[in-house]
Nanobody
Framework: QVQLVESGGGSVQSGGSLRLSCAASGYTYSTACMGWFRQAPGKEREGVAAIDSDGRTLYADSVKGRFIISQDNAKNTLYLQMNSLKPEDTAMYYC?????????????WGQGTQVTVSS
């Protein structure tokens, strides 16, 4: 059974940094895409960043230049380094995974970790 467990969320002031982690277990695919999504209260869920097995990355325009997605295959862990955080980055952040390359529909989801940025 595939499990994704996020950690690293918290509260930070505007301009600060956080690093989210997502520990994955229970699946092995020759090609896979993992991504980060977020959902703020009253808003739709949006894609933040994604990375595939070849290391190719995708970013939402709103986070380009501030967020960095990476993965440690040996540890089966996905990361999201978030710098220059803004109040509008406040949301629940979710890790997701799918077989195959990015982009595409994600089949597996974590429970989320809250990020709150104060001005």
């Amino acid at each position: 059974q595939v499990q994704l467990v996020e950690s690293g969320g918290g509260s930070v002031q505007s301009g600060g940094s956080l690093r989210l982690s997502c520990a994955a277990s229970g699946y092995t695919y020759s090609t896979a895409c993992m991504g980060w999504f977020r959902q703020a209260p009253g808003k739709e869920r949006e894609g933040v960043a994604a990375i595939d097995s070849d290391g190719r990355t995708l970013y939402a325009d709103s986070v380009k230049g501030r967020f960095i997605i990476s993965q440690d295959n040996a540890k089966n862990t996905l990361y999201l380094q978030m710098n220059s955080l803004k109040p509008e980055d406040t949301a629940m952040y979710y890790c997701a995974a799918r077989a195959g390359y990015c982009p595409g529909d994600f089949r597996y989801w974590g429970q989320g970790t809250q990020v709150t940025v104060s001005s």
